[in-house]
C-alpha cells in the first residue's frame, strides 16, 4: 500500500531554516507529482509546492514563493521541502501528499517562534 513518511520538522526563530523530505513506497513514484501542505492550527490544510513527476516542473504557494524549494529524488523516492527565511506565519503541521489523491503522510510540525 502507498506510504508516505515526513521528517525534519522541528523549532527554529525567525529566519532561520529547515528542511522537510517524505520518503515514499507503494506506487511508481517518478511517474507521480508530489505535493507538501500545511495546516495551522484553527486554519484549514493549505496548498504549499508542488513538483512535476520528472522534477522539472514546481509551483509554489504566493505565501511561500522565494523562499521554499521543493526538490525531489526519484531514486531515492524522496521529495524535499527547503524553508528558507522563516516567519511565525509557516508555523503549522507539514504534510506530504501524492498529488490530487487521497495519499497523505501523517504530518511534521514546524514552529517558527522566537
Known amino acids: 500500500q502507498v506510504q508516505l513518511v515526513e521528517s525534519g520538522g522541528g523549532s527554529v526563530q525567525p529566519g532561520g531554516s529547515l528542511r522537510l523530505s517524505c520518503v515514499a513506497s507503494?506506487?511508481?513514484?517518478?511517474?507521480?507529482?508530489m505535493s507538501w501542505y500545511r495546516q495551522a492550527p484553527a486554519k484549514e490544510r493549505e496548498f504549499v509546492a508542488l513538483?512535476?513527476?520528472?522534477?522539472?516542473?514546481?509551483t509554489y504557494a504566493d505565501s511561500v514563493r522565494g523562499r521554499f524549494i521543493i526538490s525531489r529524488d526519484n531514486i531515492k523516492n524522496t521529495v524535499h521541502l527547503q524553508m528558507n527565511n522563516l516567519e511565525s506565519e509557516d508555523t503549522a503541521v507539514y504534510y506530504c501528499?501524492?498529488?490530487?489523491?487521497?495519499?497523505w503522510g501523517q504530518g511534521t510540525q514546524v514552529t517558527v517562534s522566537s
Open positions: 507503494g506506487f511508481t513514484f517518478s511517474d507521480v507529482p
Open positions: 513538483i512535476s513527476g520528472g522534477g522539472g516542473g514546481t
Open positions: 501528499r501524492r498529488h490530487l489523491t487521497t495519499d
